[in-house]
Nanobody, 123 residues
Framework: QVQLVESGGGLVQPGGSLRLSCAAAGFTFSAYGMTWVRQAPGKGLEWVSGSSSRGTSTSHADSVKGRLTISRDNAKNTLYLQMNSLKPEDTAVYYC????????????????WGQGTQVTVSS
């Protein structure tokens, strides 16, 4: 069955960096668009970034553009989120999720989710 396992979260100071990973199994990773979604304490889900199946098309929310970058390694069945210049408002649980097709997609259409990894930005 589909498995998505996030890792790489933790506590970081403002201005710091982290790289999140999402290890995928149970499906043909290279055939599906993938997405990062986050949920801050007490808030709803926020779409962060998306990648097409081959990684040739990516998109990012305005709130993270220029600081967070999605990428993928289809040979390793792994999705990444490079997080630079982190701000306290980036504090959230970060989820990777599978889109239903090869393109990026929105939150309501996401098929499978990982369990999430906590990112806390604080001094």
């Amino acid at each position: 069955q589909v498995q998505l396992v996030e890792s790489g979260g933790g506590l970081v100071q403002p201005g710091g960096s982290l790289r999140l990973s999402c290890a995928a199994a149970g499906f043909t990773f290279s055939a599906y668009g993938m997405t990062w979604v986050r949920q801050a304490p007490g808030k709803g889900l926020e779409w962060v970034s998306g990648s097409s199946s081959r990684g040739t098309s990516t998109s990012h929310a305005d709130s993270v553009k220029g600081r967070l970058t999605i990428s993928r390694d289809n040979a390793k069945n792994t999705l990444y989120l490079q997080m630079n210049s982190l701000k306290p408002e980036d504090t959230a649980v970060y989820y990777c999720a599978q889109c239903p097709g090869s393109f990026t997609c929105s939150i309501p259409t996401l098929d499978y989710w990982g369990q999430g990894t906590q990112v806390t930005v604080s001094s």
